[in-house]
């Protein structure tokens, strides 16, 4: 089967709880794009690119994913224009608490009304990475905290020199 899937999402940075996702996408579809949000109107750490780069370095030199079936995109359109484009049809979001099915559910429900070919699949975090925020994690570093067992080295070394 030749499913294609997409994750999207700020990323800022990638930590640990989204690579589970991404981890557990793949066991469902043959190809996963992740696609970094380039949403102009938020205050992110890193760039798009930045985050884009920090991904790669994250998930194919740490981890040695392979960029057969795993390809990350900077996008700035509509989710479900992003699924027509790559002919996707699985939209993958990762839910850490019951405070984030509120919001992924209103998103799910506007992404079905704009195209009802594409379904949302929500993946609830592995329990031992469901604290895992970027935020928490972007926060521990600015005050010298250690966050090695949120993140993959590279993203250390990003986040670690962007405090710098």
């Known amino acids: 089967m030749n499913k294609v899937g997409i994750y999207p999402g700020t990323f800022d940075p990638i930590t640990n709880g989204h690579i589970d996702v991404i981890k557990r996408s793949l066991k469902i579809v043959s190809k996963l794009i992740v696609a970094v949000s380039d949403d102009n109107t938020k205050d992110y750490l890193f760039s798009a ?6 991904i790669k370095n994250s998930l194919y030199k740490d ?7 795993l390809k990350i995109i900077p996008f700035n ?5 992003l699924c027509s484009k790559y002919k996707a049809t699985i939209i993958f979001r990762g839910l850490r608490a019951v405070s ?11 992404n079905r009304q704009l195209n009802k070919k594409i379904e949302t699949v929500f993946l609830m975090s592995d329990p031992d990475k469901q604290v895992i925020s970027s935020r928490f994690v972007k926060e521990i570093a600015k005050l010298n905290g250690k966050i090695d067992e949120f993140v993959t080295k590279s993203t250390k070394k990003a986040i670690k020199d962007k405090y710098v």
């Open 49 to 54: 690119e930045e985050r884009v780069s920090i």
């Open 63 to 69: 981890l040695k994913f392979t960029t057969q079936r």
């Open 77 to 81: 359109t509509l989710t479900t224009t």
């Open 100 to 110: 984030d099915f509120e919001y992924e559910f209103q998103l799910a429900g506007m």
